[in-house]
């Protein structure tokens, strides 16, 4: 039995307008936000600005990734498609939002010692208006951010963003209010560190679906038993479950059926079980006896 699914059932691609959307907020503001960092001096604002270039990045890679993913395969070579660029365009958001967070280490480390004469003001209205797109952005991006892995992965971009406006506006206010330049330094430090415990969060669901782990609503042990416990199935062996991209989650398995079973009947309700379980819709499922030789299961 082997299911299919179609570019409709594709979670990226039904939230690709969101990522659009979001793209054209946030390349228009970080045009903004980096003329204002230069010309105010602040490390927050500069970090920002990093971190809003690092969004343009990702929602950029992101919007791509939806496009190559959808794309009719014309080599023949991809028997699963290219779904899996929406994983690879997260694990790129991942790798630019550590980046940020180091240069906010490394150039807080430079500045230890120095009293930079920071406009404060700037830092306040470029702070606000930053929140105000970036809660905007936040909006459009949770629509689709529990479905699809690449569309988290820009919500997560963008809602440390929004924290990063949040410490511009208050990094603007300690500066203003005690005269003080280290609290730019100390806020930026804490937006970095904070994206940094984000970006792990994102990488560590990017390498469970590139190396193949099962689903956290898939238990192989529990679907291997509830397996065996259709009438006529005496074993079970290569059983894989595996996500090949946000929404389309994948099994194979062998099911050894007892001599006088019907075939077709252990096919159908391994196929709703799989389907109606575990939301298993593509699988593939060999029936064979236990008598059948022509079997022979991997050896690795």
Same mark, same amino acid.
């Given at each position: 039995?082997?299911?299919?699914?179609?570019?409709? @059932?594709?979670?990226? #691609?039904?939230?690709?307008?969101?990522?659009?959307?979001?793209?054209?907020?946030?390349?228009?503001?970080?045009?903004?936000? %980096?003329?204002?960092?230069?010309?105010?001096?602040?490390?927050?604002?500069?970090?920002?600005? @990093?971190?809003?270039?690092?969004?343009?990045?990702?929602?950029?890679?992101? %919007?791509?990734?939806?496009?190559?993913?959808?794309?009719?395969?014309?080599? @023949?070579?991809?028997?699963?498609?290219?779904?899996?660029?929406?994983?690879?365009? #997260?694990?790129?958001?991942?790798?630019?939002?550590?980046?940020?967070?180091?240069?906010?280490?490394?150039?807080?480390?430079?500045?230890?010692?120095?009293?930079?004469?920071?406009?404060?003001?700037?830092?306040?209205?470029?702070?606000?208006? @930053?929140?105000?797109?970036?809660?905007?952005?936040?909006?459009?991006?949770?629509?689709?951010? $529990?479905?699809?892995?690449?569309? $988290?992965?820009?919500?997560?971009?963008?809602?440390?963003?929004?924290?990063?406006?949040?410490?511009?506006?208050?990094?603007?206010?300690?500066?203003?209010?005690?005269?003080?330049?280290?609290?730019?330094?100390?806020?930026?430090?804490?937006?970095?560190?904070? !994206?940094?415990?984000?970006?792990?969060?994102?990488?560590?669901?990017? !390498?469970?679906?590139?190396?193949?782990?099962?689903?956290?609503?898939?238990?192989?042990?529990?679907?291997?038993?509830?397996?065996? #416990?259709?009438?006529?199935?005496?074993? !079970?062996?290569?059983?894989?479950?595996?996500?090949?991209?946000?929404?389309?989650?994948?099994?194979?398995?062998?099911?050894?059926?007892?001599?006088?079973?019907?075939?077709?009947?252990?096919?159908?309700?391994?196929?709703?079980?799989?389907?109606?379980?575990?939301?298993?819709?593509?699988?593939?499922?060999?029936?064979?006896?236990? $008598?059948?030789?022509?079997?022979?299961?991997?050896?690795?």
């Amino acid at each position: 039995m082997s299911g299919s699914h179609s570019h409709t @059932g594709h979670a990226g #691609s039904r939230h690709r307008w969101r990522l659009a959307v979001s793209f054209g907020l946030i390349l228009a503001f970080f045009v903004v936000e %980096l003329i204002s960092a230069i010309t105010s001096g602040s490390l927050a604002l500069l970090t920002d600005a @990093g971190h809003m270039a690092a969004d343009v990045v990702a929602l950029g890679a992101a %919007l791509i990734a939806t496009r190559v993913a959808t794309r009719p395969d014309s080599t @023949g070579t991809r028997s699963y498609g290219s779904y899996r660029a929406e994983v690879f365009a #997260s694990g790129l958001a991942v790798l630019l939002m550590w980046g940020v967070s180091i240069y906010v280490v490394v150039e807080a480390i430079g500045r230890i010692g120095d009293e930079p004469e920071l406009a404060s003001g700037t830092m306040l209205v470029v702070g606000a208006l @930053g929140l105000i797109v970036n809660l905007v952005a936040l909006v459009l991006l949770r629509g689709g951010s $529990k479905e699809s892995l690449n569309v $988290k992965g820009a919500y997560l971009e963008v809602f440390a963003d929004a924290l990063g406006s949040v410490g511009v506006i208050a990094a603007g206010i300690l500066v203003h209010a005690t005269g003080d330049g280290v609290w730019d330094t100390v806020i930026a430090l804490a937006i970095g560190v904070f !994206v940094a415990v984000r970006a792990t969060m994102l990488g560590r669901e990017v !390498v469970h679906v590139l190396a193949q782990h099962a689903p956290a609503n898939a238990d192989p042990r529990q679907i291997d038993s509830d397996l065996m #416990s259709i009438d006529g199935v005496e074993g !079970v062996h290569d059983l894989h479950v595996w996500t090949l991209t946000s929404g389309m989650d994948v099994a194979t398995a062998h099911l050894v059926a007892r001599h006088d079973a019907d075939p077709t009947a252990v096919l159908g309700a391994a196929r709703t079980l799989l389907r109606e379980t575990y939301s298993l819709a593509h699988a593939t499922i060999q029936v064979e006896y236990a $008598k059948d030789a022509s079997c022979h299961e991997a050896d690795w």
